[in-house]
């Protein structure tokens, strides 16, 4: 089996599972907005991986500081929409997140933005080094 074959098979399963996880995060009453920032990160990485494996060549390394850098400006707004999203599952008096989680969530994209450059940087710095 190719490499490349083998590779998308992983991802496929990786999404799918991820999928069913988040599935299950929605049911369960969780107030937590850690959670919800750590399945949009796993959901930004899956993508930033899928997007990066259709780019070759001498830019590479390039696109993958630039994937790093837009996956990851992506972690919170995604987390926010999770968060979203379970709240307005659940339909609840009071909402499973305050406006103060959700606040301090969109407060973390700085932070994000350069975790991204940072993990786009050291991979693309693996792969110069992997040749």
Do not use: C, N
């Not at 074959?5 to 107030?31: K, T, Y």
């Not at 259709?54 to 850098?69: D, N, Q």
């Not at 050291?122 to 080094?129: H, K, W």
């Amino acid at each position: 089996m190719p490499a490349t074959l083998r590779a998308h098979r992983i991802l496929r399963l990786a999404v799918i599972l991820l999928g069913v996880v988040i599935l299950l995060w929605l049911s369960f009453e969780d107030q937590d907005e850690r959670r919800a920032i750590l399945l949009a990160a796993l959901l930004s990485t899956l993508g930033a991986v899928a997007t990066g494996m259709h780019f070759s060549g001498w830019l590479r390394g390039y696109w993958l500081v630039i994937l790093g850098a837009v996956f990851s400006f992506l972690v919170p707004f995604l987390a926010v929409l999770l968060m979203v999203i379970k709240t307005g599952l659940h339909g609840h008096g009071v909402p499973d997140f305050t406006l103060a989680q959700i606040t301090a969530v969109l407060r973390l994209i700085p932070v994000w933005s350069g975790v991204g450059v940072l993990v786009g940087g050291a991979a693309a710095l693996f792969e110069y080094i992997r040749g």
